[in-house]
C-alpha cells in the first residue's frame, strides 16, 4: 500500500547537470503531476498527464521534461540544472474522473533539490 | 487566469482561540481543496468542497465554501499546538489545482 513514492528524496546537483526525479503510483491513478515548492509561492504545476501517451504543460515547465510510458510511472527530467531550479519537487496522483475525485491528490513525500 | 490567494500568510495562535483563514480566488469553480503540511513532510488532504454551500467538519476545523463569493473558509476553533502547521487552499481548474501561497499556523501554550 505504498501510494505515490518518489526517489530520491534529496539531491545536489551541479549547474548544467541533468537528472530524473522518480515519481511512481499503485493506486491505478489516470492522473499524475508534478509541482514545485518553494517558500512563500505554494506549488506551482510544472506538468501533468491525464493518462499513458498523454502529457501537458502547467504553470512552469520550462527546463524540465517528462513522459507517461505506464500508468504508473511519471518521472521529470531536468535538462541542464540551474539554481532557479533549487526547490522542493512534489509528485501526485488522484482519479481523473471529477466525480471521482472526491479525496483531492495524493502526494508523495518530496524531493529536495539543491543546485549549486 | 486563476489565481488564488490567501490570507494570513502567518497566524500565531493561542491556544483556546479560535481564528478563521481565508482564501480568495479569481475564477469560477466549484471544487475546491485543504491540505495540511507539517514542516519538512508532504501535502495532507483535509477537506474536499464540492459544492456552494457546502460545509465540512474534522475536529476542530471546520471548512466552507460560498462560491458565489468565491471564498472558502478553514475556522479553526480552541486550536491546540497540534494543529501547528501550514496550511493550503487549492482550486480545481480542470486538469490541474491552483494552489494559495499557504497559512503557516503557529498555535502556543
Known amino acids: 500500500n505504498a501510494g505515490v513514492t518518489q526517489t530520491p528524496k534529496f539531491q545536489v546537483l551541479k549547474t548544467g547537470q541533468s537528472m530524473t526525479l522518480q515519481c511512481a503510483q499503485d493506486m491505478n491513478h489516470e492522473y499524475m503531476s508534478w509541482y514545485r515548492q518553494d517558500p512563500g509561492m505554494g506549488l506551482r504545476l510544472i506538468h501533468y498527464s491525464v493518462g499513458a501517451g498523454i502529457t501537458d504543460q502547467g504553470e512552469v515547465p520550462n527546463g524540465y521534461n517528462v513522459s507517461r510510458s505506464t500508468t504508473e510511472d511519471f518521472p521529470l527530467r531536468l535538462l541542464s540544472a540551474a539554481p532557479s531550479q533549487t526547490s522542493v519537487y512534489f509528485c501526485?496522483?488522484?482519479?481523473?474522473?471529477?466525480?471521482?475525485?472526491?479525496?483531492?491528490?495524493?502526494f508523495g513525500s518530496g524531493t529536495r533539490l539543491t543546485v549549486v | 487566469e486563476l489565481k488564488v490567494e490567501q490570507n494570513p500568510l502567518f497566524l500565531s495562535m493561542q491556544e483556546g482561540k479560535n481564528y478563521t483563514i481565508y482564501c480568495n480566488y479569481s475564477t469560477t469553480s466549484d471544487r475546491l481543496y485543504w491540505y495540511r503540511q507539517d514542516p519538512g513532510k508532504s501535502l495532507e488532504s483535509l477537506f474536499v468542497l464540492l459544492s456552494n454551500g457546502a460545509v465540512k467538519q474534522e475536529g476542530r476545523l471546520m471548512a466552507s465554501l460560498d462560491t458565489k463569493a468565491r471564498l472558502s473558509t478553514l475556522h479553526i476553533t480552541a486550536a491546540v499546538h497540534d494543529l501547528s502547521a501550514t496550511y493550503f487552499c487549492a482550486v480545481d481548474q480542470g486538469d490541474d489545482m491552483r494552489f494559495g501561497a499557504g497559512t503557516r499556523l503557529t498555535v502556543k501554550p
Open positions: 501526485a496522483s488522484s482519479w481523473l474522473s471529477r466525480s471521482s475525485a472526491i479525496s483531492g491528490y495524493t
